[in-house]
């Protein structure tokens, strides 16, 4: 009699649970391509700081992580008191959602958008209206079509995570000029690092000059510190305040906020790892073309790659030829993108043995 215990609010039971990238075998050699992670690891300073603060971890840490929050502020021109940070900015996503969503609420993401955004609109009990996306890229003008007067906040990841596409500046802009004043647009910079666009701008102009946009970013890619669960958000004040309120008074470690500013401080480390990614990400895309595959354009640490539908070469059959050989890579059924495979960035040498191991599959 299920009538007699405790229910969730309603949109809970609704939700598909996040299902995160696989691992693989623990102790036989693999390369985990399915989570975006950095091959390249964290900055050895940001590591010799993390362990360093295992003599202290007696103590709670700055509940206003006020070093960490000066640090991402001197790298960036902004104010520190218009930083929030996070367990990871999925923790910052869940709380906008929590701040400004409730029941009869709307929020607008995009088709392919990241599967965090309805968890995180449906566990307040409001409904997640989707847009449908042109060539895998988000679509302003759909986006803007699916305003009603129940919309209250607009989540877009930039570049989008899986696709790995991105909105230029203008249409970033466009889309805000078209909300409402009352309408929150969360824009999710966690690959920004990556980008190599004239027209990609990730947020910090918007966030500036407008009351209704809030910008995350993370530490979890490019900084290589994804296990440490450590993001940030730059919001307007209000929208900060709102923030402060709510957050657990602790939400982040002290070691993840002292890795955090060690990491900020070695910019260089960061220059290392989008030099990686520069000479993998095209390389790999044409390898991928030259096998035959279809690649959607990416300017993340990730590519989407399609496969053919036939049992004997589709995306299952990739996936777990690529696992029989130690390369853990994304299945994308959740996003509806069932033909396709999610593969990251990795090492050299994980690239390489991926290429090889897809033209053994496809031959
Ligand atoms: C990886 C990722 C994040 C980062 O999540 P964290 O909680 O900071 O680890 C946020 N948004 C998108 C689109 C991502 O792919």
Redesign the pocket.
């Known amino acids: 009699m299920t009538s007699h215990r405790p229910q969730p609010r309603p949109g809970i039971l609704d939700i598909s649970p996040y299902v995160p990238g696989k691992s693989g075998a623990k102790g036989a050699k693999i390369h985990k391509l399915s989570?975006?992670e950095s091959p390249l690891g964290a900055s050895p300073a940001a590591l010799a700081t993390y362990r360093a603060a295992a003599g202290e971890l007696a103590l709670y840490p700055d509940g206003s992580a006020t070093a960490l929050r000066e640090a991402i502020a001197g790298r960036y021109g902004l104010r520190p008191e218009t930083i929030v940070c996070?367990?990871?900015?999925?923790?910052?996503?869940q709380l906008l959602a929590h701040a400004y969503l409730g029941p009869g609420d709307e929020a607008i993401y995009s088709q392919y958008?990241?599967l965090?955004y309805p968890i995180a609109i449906m566990a307040n009990g409001a409904a997640a209206v989707v847009a449908p996306e042109t060539d895998e890229t988000a679509d302003v003008d759909a986006m803007l079509a699916r305003l009603t007067p129940r919309t209250r906040m607009v989540f877009l990841?930039n570049?989008?995570?899986?696709t790995g596409t991105y909105l230029p500046f203008s249409e970033v802009k466009r889309l805000h000029a078209g909300l409402p004043s009352h309408v929150l647009l969360v824009l999710?910079a966690?690959?920004a690092e990556y980008v190599r666009r004239n027209d990609y701008e990730a947020g910090v102009e918007l966030v500036s000059t407008f009351d209704n946009v809030v910008m995350?970013?993370?530490?979890?890619?490019i900084y290589g510190l994804?296990a440490l669960?450590?993001?940030w958000a730059y919001c307007p004040s209000h929208v900060a305040d709102v923030l402060n309120r709510i957050r657990g008074p602790f939400n982040v470690s002290m070691p993840a906020q002292a890795a955090g500013v060690a990491a900020i401080a070695d910019q260089g480390f960061v220059e290392v790892a989008v030099a990686h990614n520069e000479r993998w990400l095209p390389w790999l895309a044409h390898e991928l073309a030259a096998l035959g595959l279809k690649v959607t354009p990416s300017v993340?640490n990730f590519i989407l790659v399609h496969f053919p539908l036939e049992a004997r070469r589709n995306a299952a059959a990739a996936d777990a030829y690529l696992q029989s050989h130690g390369l853990v890579v994304r299945r994308m059924e959740a996003y509806g993108l069932a033909p396709a495979l999610r593969i990251s960035i990795g090492s050299e040498e994980a690239n390489r043995d991926l290429i090889a191991a897809l033209k053994d599959f496809l031959r």
Do not use: M, Q
Not at 159 to 162: A, D, E, G, M, Y
């Open positions: 989570s975006n996070g367990a990871g900015s999925d923790e910052l996503l958008g990241f965090v990841a570049p989008n995570n899986p999710d966690a690959y995350t970013r993370t530490f979890s890619k994804a669960r450590l993001g993340g």
